[in-house]
């Protein structure tokens, strides 16, 4: 990682693309559960999330780059620490959504609204990787805040 | 806006410019990938209500990247990175814009093939996305002088 001067911009640069990927994707079906875009049934929808996974796969192993590349910067920030922690938070999210909500909602078709569990399940998906993005960030300007 | 040590300044912005970049390639390339023929089950009339959210996306980095510009004009300007940067997300918009009326503009695009621009200017989208975030991360580390004075 510190022996080629390309590989820390380019993980960068996938990093965001990955990021992109995931919002796009997870994002998009938040807000569908929220009520935008009524019109798109859900199930094919949600055939959008690999992709997703895929953006979140390359951001772990990006991440991982990031970390072993020098890790007494990052187990120092506070920025970084709190991002771990709302992805872990969000991981949960996901795990509330296929286990308590998934099989209702894939069944909504064109204008049917979802039931309310479902919503806050979405809100909070937004809010936590909305949330990532900026802890992300702010990693840089939290060097040695722990 | 540069010198202020506060967290919501420069800092601050700069998470705006990321957040907004999120939601503008996120969207822009789940659609393109819909419309490269990935989830084809995904009707294409609805989407085109999600395209304010990118134009959303757009506008908050139209707007924090001036403020970072302002901030750091020298920095950016005799960077020939910059340009190529804007270069690219005018083509990317303008690549967007053309979709939207080509493929979303139809009343009924359902139902029927896709017209073949649409999937050029898909892939042509996702390209120029992938070398605007690449040059605007290289313009952290390519840029030949910070301040007018140097």
Same mark, same amino acid.
């Given at each position: 990682?510190?022996?080629?001067?390309?590989?820390?911009?380019?993980?960068?640069?996938?990093?965001?693309?990955?990021?992109?990927?995931?919002?796009?994707?997870?994002?998009? &079906?938040?807000?569908?559960?929220?009520?935008?875009?009524?019109? *798109? #049934?859900?199930?094919? *929808?949600?055939? *959008?999330?690999?992709?997703?996974?895929?953006?979140?796969?390359?951001?772990?192993?990006?991440?991982?780059?990031?970390?072993?590349?020098?890790?007494?910067?990052?187990?120092?920030?506070?920025?970084?620490?709190?991002?771990?922690?709302?992805?872990?938070?969000?991981?949960?999210?996901?795990?509330?959504?296929?286990?308590?909500?998934?099989?209702?909602?894939?069944? &909504?078709?064109?204008?049917?609204?979802?039931?309310?569990?479902?919503?806050?399940?979405?809100?909070?998906?937004?809010?936590?990787?909305?949330?990532?993005?900026?802890?992300?960030?702010?990693?840089?300007?939290?060097?040695?805040?722990? | 806006?540069?010198?202020?040590?506060?967290?919501?300044?420069?800092?601050?912005?700069?998470?705006?410019?990321?957040?907004?970049?999120?939601?503008?390639?996120?969207?822009?390339?789940?659609?393109?990938?819909?419309v490269?023929?990935?989830?084809?089950?995904?009707?294409l009339?609805?989407?085109?209500?999600?395209? #304010?959210?990118?134009?959303?996306?757009?506008?908050?980095?139209?707007?924090?990247?001036?403020?970072?510009?302002?901030?750091?004009?020298?920095?950016?300007?005799?960077?020939?990175?910059?340009?190529?940067?804007?270069?690219?997300?005018?083509?990317?918009?303008?690549?967007?814009?053309?979709l939207?009326?080509q493929v979303f503009?139809?009343?009924?695009p359902?139902?029927? #093939?896709?017209?073949?621009?649409g999937?050029?200017?898909?892939?042509?989208? &996702?390209? &120029?996305?992938?070398?605007?975030?690449?040059?605007?991360?290289?313009?952290?580390?390519?840029?030949?002088?910070?301040?007018?004075?140097?």
């Amino acid at each position: 990682m510190n022996h080629y001067v390309w590989v820390w911009p380019a993980s960068e640069s996938l990093h965001f693309f990955g990021l992109s990927l995931l919002i796009g994707t997870v994002g998009l &079906l938040d807000l569908r559960m929220l009520g935008m875009a009524k019109m *798109l #049934p859900l199930a094919p *929808l949600h055939r *959008l999330i690999p992709w997703g996974i895929l953006g979140f796969i390359i951001n772990l192993t990006t991440g991982i780059l990031f970390f072993a590349g020098n890790p007494f910067r990052y187990i120092h920030n506070i920025a970084f620490a709190f991002k771990l922690l709302f992805i872990a938070v969000a991981g949960v999210n996901v795990l509330v959504f296929y286990l308590a909500v998934f099989r209702r909602t894939e069944a &909504l078709g064109p204008g049917e609204d979802t039931p309310l569990p479902a919503k806050i399940i979405a809100a909070v998906s937004l809010f936590l990787w909305v949330a990532v993005m900026c802890l992300g960030r702010l990693i840089t300007f939290m060097d040695h805040t722990l | 806006m540069r010198e202020s040590p506060s967290l919501l300044a420069f800092p601050a912005v700069l998470v705006l410019h990321t957040v907004g970049m999120g939601f503008l390639v996120g969207t822009n390339v789940a659609i393109d990938l819909r419309v490269l023929g990935f989830a084809s089950g995904i009707p294409l009339a609805p989407i085109k209500r999600f395209f #304010p959210v990118m134009w959303l996306g757009f506008w908050v980095n139209a707007l924090s990247g001036l403020a970072l510009l302002i901030a750091y004009p020298t920095k950016a300007l005799t960077n020939w990175v910059f340009y190529v940067k804007l270069a690219l997300i005018v083509l990317a918009m303008a690549s967007l814009r053309t979709l939207g009326s080509q493929v979303f503009g139809d009343p009924e695009p359902d139902g029927k #093939p896709l017209p073949r621009m649409g999937r050029i200017l898909a892939g042509t989208s &996702l390209l &120029l996305w992938v070398g605007a975030i690449t040059a605007g991360r290289l313009l952290a580390y390519t840029y030949v002088q910070l301040m007018a004075g140097e």
